[in-house]
């Protein structure tokens, strides 16, 4: 029989760079020798390698024992450098090619969280990651030599070295050549593991007790990086310095092995150069005008810290703090909870940024200056406030009071003035008593930040110049004392119509004409009256982002077809479902992007069911669907597998897909003793097996079955 042929992966010898790029890889294909010559060559050889492993083993640190599927296979070539690994497809890296580098540990630190160890190693041609790397090896440093053996393997995103053993030969600095990237190449995957250069200005610190965070402002965007802590070493006054770090480019990856971002690891300050020191103090930065921040004089140094003074027009501690100076606001996003007072004068700095087409800032600090002043609040239309020219400004808005959002934690408003409906928001646990007198259809004025939405999609001309169309508005108030009751409710009622009737039966025709006119006014505000209630209504019992039907009319539905089941002797089910790593998908793409998410599946879930069946949004991500009049308990498996496959569809959202899986718990029941409690607390425990079972599944639940804890994934 004729051999087949084999290719090996090699990498192009030349010293002319430290770092080649990754596309040096090049596939060398021959013909094997007839079978009689390769037999004893190939014993000849496995023997060789043998002998070698065994030695090296034999100086090295215990490693883990290989499991029988993960040995190479004896024909594959031993791959030689860290180009060649990172260059095999997923495919071929399952193979199991055997690995021997000679390299450098760029990256090393003990992951508590996920309880595993993160290392990098680079040669003269790439880096990669090393997997499996056992706790039982003293703990090593960047920096060290180190000959390597271990075989090929998949990693979440791209081919991985899994580790056999590992010798240490010396020490030598480490690498100074690196590939320049900025954001948009790092989420691009394309230098996946490499030993990259960033430079950028430092936003933010955050320091653990073995690494430190740090959050970087690049010329495309931020970026995440982490760096091993060094004891003694201080690193605030990093925060507004230009730094040039060398780190190890990591993915942020779905449970699908996608890449949705990506982060850094810096072995620590050793690979960090300032280029541009930080100030000693931000608060002796010149003060800036808050009108200067869309100067184009300012645009340049808008990457630093800017350093603005206003009198304080809202502070909501932790969370964000409103400033004025002159005719110009802004709000700056802080997690310093020091306390002012509105018409306090504060110096602010931070970075500047937009959001929905309005400066803010960002990572910031204050301090207070001097003692405010008492100043007069002017009277803003809705019509004007939602123009957007006010917005982070301290406004008074009027408006009837039609409503109340009754899913959100806040305590928010919803009212009314003329054809514009706009919010009014207090923060959870600040409305107090008073809040009882303001009555559905009593008028209102309102207090507090005004904060407009606009469309980025939709731009409309004005004076030659296209701008953001306005969206919503939303006035974020301080305190209760934000609302006064201008007027009651309407006195009007039927009593009171009849009253009025009976005392218009006894007068003259153009009395009697003027009642025919009560009578039609009454009509028309009865139907308005009875529109607001099912409005209400249904705002009480639908989740106002997706629309699906929330607990309570859940539970309502739910306890009638436990009842009906019983009484006709027929079956129901119950689905919960949970989307897999919600919170990644929030922190790549914002709570609008995560909003986008929520919304679809909502849609997906509607098109998966029967009409006859229930969708309800729980909260957060998480959804139950009620199946009654079930017969066949293998229908709901069916729904169960046709919504897990329809939302694994990736969802696009700003000209990028996310993907998107759920885990669900499918409890089913025919039994005339079911109990609606019992069904729920079934689905959820076979939901927790789904997610033990790796997510984007389903379960079934059966007597026997346990929470099971969520494992950990690298």
């Given at each position: 029989m004729k051999a087949d042929r084999f290719c090996v992966s090699s990498v192009l010898e030349d010293n002319s760079s430290a770092c080649p790029p990754l596309d040096r890889l090049r596939s060398v294909c021959r013909e094997p020798a007839p079978s009689s010559v390769l037999r004893p060559l190939r014993m000849a050889t496995a023997l060789l390698l043998?002998?070698?492993?065994?030695?090296?083993?034999?100086?090295?640190?215990?490693?883990?024992?290989?499991?029988?599927?993960?040995?190479?296979?004896?024909?594959?070539?031993?791959?030689?450098?860290?180009?060649?690994?990172?260059?095999?497809?997923?495919?071929?890296?399952?193979?199991?090619?055997?690995?021997?580098?000679?390299?450098?540990v760029t990256y090393f630190d003990w992951d508590l969280e996920r309880a595993h160890t993160i290392i990098f190693v680079h040669d003269r041609t790439a880096s990669i990651f090393v997997s499996n790397f056992p706790a039982s090896i003293p703990s090593m440093h960047a920096g060290m030599t180190i000959e390597l053996w271990g075989i090929s393997g998949l990693g979440q995103f791209g081919p991985v070295v899994l580790f056999r053993g590992i010798k240490v030969t010396g020490s030598a600095p480490l690498p100074r050549d690196a590939i320049p990237v900025n954001r948009t190449l790092l989420f691009s995957g394309a230098v996946d593991g490499q030993w990259v250069e960033v430079e950028a200005i430092v936003h933010w610190v955050s320091e653990y007790e073995h690494t430190v965070t740090l959050k970087l402002g690049l010329a495309d965007g931020t970026v995440s990086a982490v760096m091993v802590r060094e004891p003694g070493a201080t690193y605030t006054n990093l925060i507004d310095a230009r730094v040039r770090f060398h780190c190890n480019a990591a993915p942020i990856f779905n449970p699908g092995s996608q890449m949705i971002g990506s982060r850094l690891f810096c072995p620590g300050l050793s690979a960090v150069k300032i280029v541009e020191a930080a100030p000693r103090d931000p608060f002796q930065l010149p003060v800036t005008p808050i009108n200067n921040l869309l100067d184009w004089n300012q645009v340049a140094d808008l990457h630093h810290r800017v350093h603005l003074r206003g009198t304080v027009t809202l502070q909501w501690p932790g969370v964000s703090l409103c400033i004025r100076d002159g005719n110009r606001a802004i709000c700056a996003q802080t997690i310093q909870t020091t306390h002012l007072a509105v018409g306090d004068v504060a110096d602010v700095v931070g970075f500047s940024g937009v959001e929905n087409s309005t400066y803010v800032l960002t990572d910031a600090l204050f301090r207070k200056v001097a003692v405010g002043k008492p100043f007069v609040i002017k009277f803003t239309p809705a019509e004007r406030a939602l123009l957007g020219n006010h917005n982070s400004d301290l406004i008074r808005v009027e408006g009837q009071l039609i409503g109340r959002d009754l899913t959100s934690a806040d305590t928010t408003l919803m009212l009314s003035s003329g054809k514009i409906l706009f919010t009014a928001v207090l923060p959870q646990g600040m409305a107090g008593p008073e809040s009882n007198a303001w009555k559905i259809g009593s008028v209102l004025s309102v207090t507090g930040i005004c904060d407009v939405t606009f469309d980025p999609q939709l731009n409309v001309l004005k004076n030659g110049l296209a701008r953001p169309t306005p969206k919503s508005l939303r006035v974020l108030m301080r305190t209760p004392d934000d609302v006064v009751v201008l007027k009651q409710p309407p006195w009007w009622t039927p009593r009171h119509a009849l009253?009025?009737?009976?005392?218009?039966?006894?007068?003259?025709?153009?009395?009697?004409?003027?009642?025919?006119?009560?009578?039609?006014?009454?009509?028309?505000?009865?139907?308005?009256?009875?529109?607001?209630?099912?409005?209400?209504?249904h705002m009480a019992l639908h989740d106002a982002l997706t629309g699906l039907a929330t607990r309570v009319l859940l539970d309502d539905r739910l306890n009638a077809a436990v009842e009906t089941a019983k009484r006709h002797q027929t079956g129901l089910g119950l689905l919960v479902i949970d989307l897999d790593r919600f919170k990644e998908i929030n922190d790549t793409f914002g709570h609008q992007g995560g909003d986008e998410v929520l919304r679809v599946t909502a849609d997906r879930l509607m098109q998966a069911v029967r009409k006859s069946d229930t969708v309800a949004r729980m909260g957060g991500d998480e959804f139950v669907v009620l199946l009654p009049d079930l017969n066949d308990p293998l229908m709901a498996e069916g729904i169960?597998?046709?919504?897990?496959?329809?939302?694994?569809?990736?969802?696009?959202?700003?000209?990028?897909?996310?993907?998107?899986?759920?885990?669900?718990?499918?409890?089913?029941?025919?039994?005339?003793?079911?109990?609606?409690?019992?069904?729920?607390?079934?689905?959820?425990?076979?939901?927790?097996?789904?997610k033990a079972c790796g997510r984007n599944c389903f379960r079934i639940f059966t007597p026997g079955f346990l929470p099971a804890e969520q494992e950990a994934i690298i």
């Open positions: 043998a002998s070698l492993f065994s030695a090296s083993f034999s100086q090295t640190a215990p490693a883990k024992p290989a499991s029988p599927s993960a040995n190479p296979a004896v024909n594959l070539p031993t791959l030689t450098t860290a180009l060649a690994v990172h260059s095999l497809t997923r495919s071929e890296a399952a193979r199991g090619y055997p690995v021997h580098l000679r390299a450098q009253l009025v009737l009976v005392c218009a039966l006894s007068g003259t025709l153009l009395v009697l004409a003027w009642v025919v006119v009560l009578r039609k006014r009454l009509e028309q505000q009865t139907h308005l009256l009875r529109k607001s209630e099912e409005r209400f209504r169960a597998a046709k919504i897990v496959k329809s939302l694994a569809v990736p969802i696009p959202y700003a000209a990028s897909q996310v993907s998107v899986s759920v885990s669900i718990g499918v409890c089913t029941s025919a039994d005339k003793e079911m109990d609606a409690e019992i069904l729920l607390a079934c689905a959820d425990t076979a939901l927790y097996q789904a």
